[in-house]
């Protein structure tokens, strides 16, 4: 999978850099990449059974804890919506 990320990549870049600069790029990528499995990500929505604004709330909430927002704050958040 990483190498055709890297057949992506790497042609993506080539009228942007230099022949020298290609190389060192390629040469980059497959070191910090080298021993890492790369698996494309599911994102299909599924049915959940859940009421439409339920799932919005815990959409947001998980949105808010992805970029590391405290629990105590997450709470609030959710509180607050719920009140509204």
Same mark, same amino acid.
Request: glycine letters at 12%; a neutral charge; hydrophobic letters at 45%.
């Given at each position: 999978m990483i190498e055709k990320i890297l057949e992506k990549v790497i042609p993506e870049m080539t009228s942007h850099l230099e022949p020298r600069q290609q190389e060192h790029l390629k040469n !980059?990528? $497959?070191v910090n990449f080298h021993g890492l499995e790369v698996q494309k990500e599911c994102t299909e929505l599924a *049915?959940?059974?859940q @009421?439409? @604004?339920e !799932? +919005? &709330?815990k959409m947001f909430i998980a949105s808010k +804890? *992805? &970029?590391n927002r405290q629990d105590n704050t997450l709470r609030? $958040? *959710?509180n607050e919506i719920i009140t509204c």
């Open positions: !980059v990528l $497959y *049915a959940t059974g @009421d439409g @604004d !799932v +919005k &709330i +804890k *992805a &970029i609030n $958040y *959710a």
